[in-house]
């Protein structure tokens, strides 16, 4: 059953079908969120239990425009930002990651990996680079969800990728 | 190879994560259910007291005391109603 139906079904009051619609898309959330948390686990699924809460009580609200999935991002986005501004997370600290674990194969290490050099960025370029890299969206789907201007994003995007290589370089050569 | 890096994906296992959800949905569901309860349960035993009071009053106008109680009365309840109502957005809000 695609999401459409899940949805309608959830609205009249079916609470198994918000429950179908948390399994189908709880892995990607998760992912999403940890690597904007750069790693931490347990943040990153108290930020996805509560944006499939604010999802529930707000489902009669989306309209369809864009996908499901997207929206999802969004509500835990800015679930995300109210924790940055209590000073919860901290961003932009060494990574401590070394050449070797870099060219891992596994797609398990890899994600790790992947999550860790996240710490390394700001909340934006996180943001960016993980909704453009990793999860293949466009600049204008990134600009929907994140209300960010197309510029900004690029230029997040950049730096990020930037900042990263240059590690990675950096780690080579040591 | 960062980009090769990036998009790497696990699958994470559901079934922790969405029992832990359903867990809370259903304690969030009890207490709203709970506190729509105290307060209407309150709220009506208010009013009822204060209509009470009112049908009371009303074939004696010369009596001053009851007409303090009853307002009392029923502005408490009213205004419980309405900290119920105002209670019931900001829930939903939140």
Not at chain 1, 20 to 29: I, K, P, T
Not at chain 2, 11 to 19: G, R, S, Y
Not at chain 2, 52 to 75: A, K, R
């Amino acid at each position: 059953m695609n999401d459409e139906h899940l949805i309608a079904r959830s609205i009249s009051g079916d609470d198994s079908a918000f429950s179908q619609l948390v399994r189908n898309h709880q892995s990607a959330l998760r992912q999403f969120l940890r690597r904007i948390t750069a790693g931490d686990h347990a943040l990153a699924d108290d930020i996805a239990q509560d944006s499939f809460i604010l999802a529930f009580q707000k489902l009669a609200q989306f309209r369809g425009q864009g996908s499901f999935a997207a929206w999802l991002r969004k509500l835990a986005y800015h679930r995300f930002l109210r924790v940055v501004e209590t000073g919860a997370q901290k961003y932009e600290q060494p990574c401590d990651v070394s050449w070797q674990s870099l060219e891992t194969r596994d797609a398990v290490e890899a994600d790790i990996l992947a999550e860790k050099l996240m710490a390394m960025l700001s909340v934006p370029e996180r943001l960016t680079i993980t909704l453009n890299c990793s999860e293949g969206l466009s600049h204008t789907e990134i600009a929907e969800i994140t209300g960010l201007p197309l510029g900004t994003i690029k230029s997040h995007i950049a730096k990020a990728k930037r900042r990263l290589n240059d590690f990675i370089q950096a780690e080579a050569v040591a | 190879m960062l980009e090769q890096l990036l998009s790497y994906h696990q699958t994470l296992a559901d079934h922790e994560f969405v029992k832990r959800f359903q867990q809370r949905l259903a304690l969030q569901s009890k207490r709203r259910t709970l506190v729509l309860t105290i307060f209407g349960f309150i709220g009506t035993i208010c009013a009822v007291v204060g209509l009470q009071g009112f049908v009371s009053w009303m074939p004696s106008i010369h009596y001053l005391e009851p007409v303090d109680s009853v307002i009392v009365w029923t502005v408490f309840g009213l205004t419980t109603m309405s900290l119920l109502s105002l209670g019931l957005v900001l829930d939903e809000q939140s």
